[in-house]
């Protein structure tokens, strides 16, 4: 999507989806944080954890 707005020269449309793309990333390192501490806690088991980065 984004080499397709930068090819048809669309850059406002291009930042959108860097800026969207950039939040998504930033969104999964907060969530894999809070995993780990959760596991790290004992809050929740290992046996799950597999769960979740198949997702």
Do not use: G, P, Y
């Not at 449309?13 to 969207?20: F, I, P, Q, T």
């Amino acid at each position: 999507m984004l080499t397709r707005r930068f090819r048809e020269n669309d850059k406002d449309r291009a930042l959108r989806v860097v800026e969207k793309e950039n939040q998504a990333d930033a969104l999964e390192v907060q969530l894999r944080t809070r995993h780990i501490k959760r596991l790290a806690n004992n809050q929740c088991e290992a046996e799950q954890e597999s769960s979740f980065w198949t997702h």
